[in-house]
């Protein structure tokens, strides 16, 4: 079964920004509701934020709120994640996942599909 494709990680210094996106036609397809996930070295996979196909947000992680913004092109099949104000402890991969049916389920369901990740460093 094919992955998300992710895009947009890299390394950033402290304080900066970054977007990543995630895109599959499949979106279109299956009105998937589509989360955002990073696991950092040594720790938990945790969920950040998902959004619905008709775009309301669900926040996995509340203190994350403040600095990420999920948001989605239906037109393009793709969902973005802005990350603002990094630091280091957001040094993460960051994954991608889709579910069928148009709204974000709980943190912990069985995604249909996941992305391969993408490394977002932060440091200086």
């Known amino acids: 079964q094919l992955q998300l494709a992710e895009s947009g990680g890299g390394w950033v210094q402290p304080g900066g920004s970054m977007r990543l996106s995630c895109t599959d036609s499949?979106?279109?397809?299956?009105?998937?509701?589509v989360a955002w996930f990073r696991q950092a070295p040594g720790k938990e996979r945790k969920g950040i934020q998902c959004?619905?196909?008709?775009?309301?947000?669900?926040y996995y992680t509340e203190h994350m709120r403040e600095r990420f913004t999920i948001s989605r092109q239906n037109s393009e099949n793709t969902v973005w994640l802005l990350l603002r104000n990094l630091k280091p402890e957001d040094t993460a991969v960051y994954y991608c996942?889709?579910?069928?049916?148009?709204?974000?389920?709980?943190?912990?369901?069985?995604?249909?599909?996941w992305g391969q990740g993408t490394q977002v460093t932060v440091s200086s």
């Open positions: 996942a889709a579910v069928a049916g148009g709204v974000c389920p709980t943190e912990d369901v069985e995604w249909d599909i």
């Open positions: 499949r979106f279109t397809r299956d009105k998937s509701a």
């Open positions: 959004i619905a196909w008709g775009h309301n947000a669900r």
